[in-house]
């Protein structure tokens, strides 16, 4: 069973940064692809980005804005998130997968989701 913690969310002003990070436990971090979504209210869960092994994989809202990246000698995945916008408002979640296996864009490709870290943009 793996655990996945996010942090670093809060409140930012349009065109500011915002970094997240989700921590895993309970498995061998590098067998797993690691993805995050997003969620604002009233709306479906989003793919946001993903990471499988050196590859990497962005939703087409946050191409060229959002980097995904992963240290796996400390079991986290980043989510490094630059020029952000009001409509980039939502929770954010972090995702796992046994690497390999499913489409990284897609929600069925995770078997293990984090409690998500609100994200706020403020115009």
């Known amino acids: 069973q793996v655990q996945l913690v996010e942090s670093g969310g809060g409140l930012v002003q349009a065109g500011g940064s915002l970094r997240v990070s989700c921590v895993a436990s309970?498995?061998?971090?590098?067998?797993?692809?690691m993805g995050w979504f997003r969620q604002a209210p009233g709306k479906e869960r989003e793919f946001v980005a993903a990471?499988?092994?050196?590859?990497?994989y962005y939703g087409d809202s946050v191409k060229g804005r959002f980097s995904i990246s992963r240290n796996n000698a400390k079991n986290t995945v980043y989510l490094q998130m630059n020029s952000l916008q009001p409509e980039d408002t939502a929770v954010y979640y972090c995702?796992?997968?046994?690497?390999?296996?499913?489409?990284?864009?897609?929600?069925?490709?995770?078997?293990?989701w984090g409690q998500g870290t609100q994200v706020t943009v403020s115009s």
């Open positions: 990471i499988r092994w050196s590859s990497t």
């Open positions: 309970g498995g061998t971090f590098a067998n797993y692809d």
């Open positions: 995702a796992a997968g046994p690497a390999g296996l499913g489409v990284p864009r897609t929600r069925e490709a995770y078997a293990y």
